[in-house]
């Protein structure tokens, strides 16, 4: 995959725009900023009150960086996982050939 040493792409988040200069696809770092902007629309929308945009983004902040622990979590779990399989299996396979 070809990407370019920096792309520039100007996005809209919450309502601002913003120009974000970084070493990804331009279609991914816009995908990255539509992503903020659901979470952040997702707290507004959570909320019984109006929120501080500050504190939107914070909350919002917060909800990604569980997912993103969720993920390494889930991703562990099965890394040790197929290390337990892959040990059993191996294991199996070493006193099949010595038998």
């Known amino acids: 995959m070809n990407i370019p040493d920096n792309s520039t792409v ?14 990804a696809d331009s279609g991914y770092i816009s995908g990255v900023a539509n992503y903020v902007d659901m979470k952040m629309r997702e707290v507004e929308d ?13 909350l919002a902040g917060m909800n990604i960086t569980d997912e993103l622990f969720s993920a390494r979590q889930e991703k562990d779990k099965i890394e040790n996982q197929f290390e337990e399989r892959i040990q059993a299996l191996t294991e199996l396979i070493d006193e099949t050939l010595s038998t």
């Open 10 to 23: 100007q996005v809209t988040i919450y309502g601002k725009s913003y120009t974000i200069k970084g070493k």
């Open 46 to 58: 959570g909320s019984q009150s109006t929120q501080v945009e500050g504190k939107v983004a914070i």
